[in-house]
C-alpha cells in the first residue's frame, strides 16, 4: 500500500543538478500539503522544502534557497524537487512527505506534522 514514490536520485558530481519525483497513488494529491526532507549520515532528519495545497506558498531551508526549486502538478499526482548547484552536503536520503490539510496555509517544517511518507531516494554528491 504505498502511496508516495520518490524517484530520480543518483550520484552527480558537485556543481550538478538532479531532479527529484514524488508521485502519489491512491489519493488526490491536490488535498495535500506536501514536503520533502533528507537526511544525512549520522544527522537527524531535516525540512528541504515545502509546498501547501494549491502551491501558493512555498519553503526553502536557507541551505537549499537559490539552488532548489519545488513544483507541483497535481494533476499528475506529482511533486518536483530541481537540485541545482549540488554540493557533498546535499547528500542524503530524499523523502517526500504528505499531510491533508482543509485551508491553504503555509505548510509545516516539521516533520511530525506528516502522515504519509515515501521511502526515500538516495542522493550523493561527490567528486
Known amino acids: 500500500q504505498t502511496q508516495l514514490v520518490e524517484s530520480g536520485g543518483g550520484l552527480v558530481q558537485p556543481g550538478g543538478s538532479l531532479r527529484l519525483s514524488c508521485a502519489a497513488s491512491e489519493f488526490t494529491l491536490d488535498y495535500y500539503d506536501v514536503g520533502w526532507f533528507r537526511q544525512a549520515p549520522g544527522k537527524e532528519r531535516e525540512v528541504v522544502s515545502c509546498t501547501n495545497k494549491g502551491g501558493g506558498f512555498q519553503y526553502y531551508a536557507d541551505s537549499v534557497k537559490g539552488r532548489f526549486t519545488i513544483s507541483r502538478d497535481d494533476a499528475k499526482n506529482t511533486v518536483y524537487l530541481q537540485m541545482e548547484s549540488l554540493k557533498p552536503e546535499d547528500t542524503g536520503v530524499y523523502y517526500c512527505?504528505?499531510?491533508?490539510?482543509?485551508?491553504?496555509?503555509?505548510?509545516?517544517?516539521?516533520?511530525?506534522?506528516?502522515?504519509?511518507w515515501g521511502q526515500g531516494t538516495q542522493v550523493t554528491v561527490s567528486s
Open positions: 512527505a504528505a499531510q491533508v490539510t482543509r485551508v491553504q496555509q503555509m505548510c509545516s517544517i516539521f516533520a511530525q506534522r506528516y502522515g504519509f
